[in-house]
């Protein structure tokens, strides 16, 4: 495989829920090591492309590939190997509650047997302190608050050492210090284990902070791609509108 | 005091850590002594290397030893610093077990305290369901309709035919004893009376709380688990009005109907037994069996099936606010609640009997 090769490439994606379209012809490419944020207003496809980029959903027409390889050519069983390359964090931590914070972590270690079971405490433990949870270890999910569950379900993410990491609303529902300590990790974390960021959020702060590309989504179509800067210079009166927090016509009027 | 050096390769990864750990510098290391890891050759380190590190300063800290680290830098240097919680403390160790005079007292504690809250719980109900309505404190009567559609007239085709397959079980059983005396006739008599005093309250029970209180416990404990209850309260709402109260009437009412249907299902199950097999005429079989049958016996039956609905609706809704530890909590609870109501049924039956033992007769 060329090292230029994208990790992911999403081409001309539609998707429907029934009868109604969701994703109108979305095209991007993610380079490896990259932070690739997806956003847009509420309700314009994000979260619907990051389910089709994990394979949880497949597409009315268009392609993923990942790796080069396409995902709706692959079997079952190729496809839940595929996904062993892929970490999800999900916006509300997505844990078992069943399980301790440390065995959830462990999970998919146990699960994918790619490691020594001798080294999987141990790995745990580095996952936690990577995202500063090492005393949670022992406590049940249901004992965490809102940012200690999103930073324990991006510890399960990390568990594997999976090359991309899906991230979805890393900073909704997080105070400021904590959002912005996020962020920097997730800066970190690329840095230094080259990890990829696929993050979905709707935060401004937080897109300037981490972004290296973004795409922007409303009603189901790319909007713009590209970086921030460039994003900010558009003259796309939507995407511009975004960036300047400024509401639309008829919610002023609604609210006056 | 000996100090332990341990180089680390310039490359630290899942086979490098292995080996290093795998060496036999660690085994040498005895407690009080201090180990020193040497990180100046490492000039990069992957997380598989760092989680070996771990488990090497967890294995020096388990034989009484203390670690400490020198010479990293660049790539290295940071992500030292980010595991260094992870290789410093111990994981915080897991609750000791309590001994058996600490397991008794919590025991006795928890079911002294399970008992208030239930007691607490059945004194609002029944305000709520029997009295403040005819203050003028309002009550649900849709939810309550719902509530007898639901509960009842869904349960009515499982009463019949468990409550049928019942009496021809028993009509069967006590054939067989009772035909080497040439009275099989009496069969008529016995099924009557046991469907009227125990079985048909007994059996709807049964089939009620695994339909009703187990719903009634899911339903509840996934509305705490999702926040619903802290809604309600949190408009001012009552939780014992609005959700238990309902329930708890439409129950008292479905209930003894179910009752009822069940005793004419199991009189019908040894009728057909005593008809097709034993070959009475069902003239006779009927007359026998409307002889034998008592106002005195019935009432005892519907009567017990008014606690059993109570304890039902009580024990299913106590236990769906209990629930701790979301989706499996649920779960838990749902168990727990239809142990407790089958149990409950059978403590509140031999109690009837024992009282109409000593009164009736």
């Known amino acids: 495989m060329p090292a230029h090769e994208p990790i992911i490439r999403v081409e001309n994606l539609d998707t429907h829920y029934g009868d109604k379209q969701i994703l109108d012809d979305v095209s991007c490419e993610i380079a490896r090591g990259e932070i690739f944020v997806v956003l847009g207003g509420s309700g314009c496809g994000k979260t619907t492309l990051l389910k089709h980029m994990t394979g949880l959903l497949s597409p009315t027409s268009g392609g993923i590939y990942i790796n080069g390889q396409n995902i709706a050519d692959l079997s079952e069983d190729e496809l839940a190997r595929m996904k062993q390359g892929i970490g999800i964090a999900f916006q509300s931590g997505g844990l078992f509650n069943s399980m301790t914070v440390g065995e959830n972590v462990a999970l998919p270690l146990r699960e994918y047997r790619l490691v020594d079971s001798q080294l999987i405490p141990a790995i745990v433990r580095m996952k936690l302190s990577l995202v500063g949870l090492v005393d949670a270890e022992n406590l049940l999910p249901d004992a965490l608050s809102g940012g200690m569950r999103k930073r324990a379900g991006l510890a399960r993410a990390l568990a594997a050492d999976p090359p991309v990491v899906f991230f979805d609303e890393p900073s909704a529902g997080l105070d400021p210090i904590m959002a912005s300590g996020l962020d920097e990790l997730i800066l970190e974390l690329r840095r230094l284990l080259g990890v990829t960021f696929v993050i979905v959020t709707h935060e401004l702060d937080s897109i300037r902070a981490v972004a290296d590309r973004i795409l922007m989504l409303d009603k189901g179509r790319v909007l713009f791609q590209g970086s921030v800067a460039e994003a900010e210079s558009s003259g796309i009166d939507r995407v511009q509108q975004f960036f300047e927090r400024r509401p639309d016509t008829h919610i002023a009027q609604r609210n006056l | ?361």
Not at chain 2, 312 to 319: A, K
């Open chain 2, 1 to 361: 005091m000996t100090l332990h050096r341990i180089e680390c390769p310039p490359e630290l990864n899942l086979e490098t850590g292995r080996d290093i750990f795998n060496d036999d510098s660690i085994d040498a290391v005895r407690s009080g002594d201090e180990c020193l890891i040497d990180l100046s050759q490492t000039s990069k380190m992957d997380p598989h290397g760092g989680a070996w590190l771990i488990r090497m300063a967890q294995a020096v800290r388990n034989k009484k030893a203390s670690v400490r680290w020198e010479g990293e830098s660049g790539q290295v240097a940071e992500l030292m610093t980010l595991i260094e919680p992870g290789l410093l403390d111990e994981p915080p160790p897991p609750a000791r077990e309590p001994g058996y005079v600490e397991q008794v007292g919590g025991i006795t504690i928890d079911v002294i305290r399970e008992g208030r809250e239930m007691f607490a719980l059945l004194v609002d109900a029944i305000y709520w369901t029997l009295l403040a309505p005819f203050e003028g404190r309002g009550f649900r009567w849709s939810h309550f309709i719902d509530e007898v559609h639901d509960m009842g007239a869904k349960a009515v085709r499982i009463t019949f035919l468990m409550n049928f397959l019942l009496g021809l079980t028993i009509a069967m059983l006590s054939a067989a004893q009772l035909r080497t005396f040439g009275l099989s006739i009496f069969v008529a008599q016995l099924i009557v009376i046991g469907f009227a005093r125990e079985l048909a309250a007994i059996m709807t029970a049964v089939v009620v709380s695994a339909r009703t209180g187990a719903a009634i416990t899911a339903e509840m404990a996934t509305m705490v688990v999702q926040e619903e209850i802290d809604a309600l309260r949190g408009m001012g709402l009552n939780v014992t009005q609005f959700l238990i109260a309902p329930k708890l009437l439409a129950l008292l009412v479905v209930l003894p109907c179910l009752t009822a249907i069940g005793m004419v299902a199991g009189i019908l199950g040894g009728l057909c037994w005593g008809v097709f097999v034993l070959g009475f005429r069902p003239q006779i079989w009927l007359n026998e069996t409307l002889a034998a049958a008592q106002w005195n016996d019935i009432g005892q039956g519907l009567l017990k099936s008014l606690f059993f609905a109570l304890a039902i609706v009580l024990i299913g809704s106590h236990n769906g606010l209990r629930v701790k530890g979301g989706s499996r909590g649920v779960g838990r609870m749902t168990t727990r609640a239809v142990v407790m109501d089958i149990f409950m049924i059978i403590v509140v039956d031999m109690l009837f009997a024992t009282f109409f033992y000593f009164t009736v007769g």
